[in-house]
């Protein structure tokens, strides 16, 4: 019984390899379908061989797999990300740009803190609510002015909570 168990678990990391190079590899296919399916696999996936490939899908030509792989990022974590990601900030895309500052928080590195902070004024309110949040989870009390900046002319209530929530995580006022 030993024995089988151990052939299954050899069985299943020797599938789990495959699988992974066949995401890696279909990153870089012709249909876009297949460059997302691979992108989101291989977020949740975490083996930090996808960074590098998920990286290079940053480049993407289609808007979709950017945000996709820039949220993948965000999963797994990996400071490597965050140069490659900060570029995005600025995509014409408000989908990348929302990957980009979501993966940023939750990535947690603080050099992604100034990058963040003219996103606060950004056109689209869901990418400033992003952005509010991933300044939140970066508890950097350089960030505070700019929210408080923020809280004081925005007009959406859901991007007020999120300004307000990331200035409770900064500051650890319960009253804001």
Known sequence: MERSVKRLMEDREKRR????????EQLSHENIPYRLRAAEALGGCADLRAVEPLIAALHDRENEVRW???????KLRDARAVEPLLP???????????????????????RAVEPLLPLLADKKKDVRMVAADALG???DPR??????????????????????????????????
């Open 17 to 24: 390899e495959e699988n992974l190079g066949k995401y890696i």
């Open 68 to 74: 996709v792989a820039a949220q993948a990022l965000g």
């Open 88 to 110: 995005l900030l600025a995509d014409p895309d408000r989908w990348a740009r929302r990957g980009a500052a979501w993966s940023l928080g939750e990535i947690g590195d603080p």
């Open 137 to 139: 989870k970066l508890h």
């Open 143 to 176: 960030a505070a002015g700019a929210l408080s900046a923020a809280l004081e002319g925005e007009e959406e209530p859901e991007v007020r909570t999120a300004i307000r929530r990331a200035l409770r995580e900064i500051t650890g006022e319960a009253g804001l």
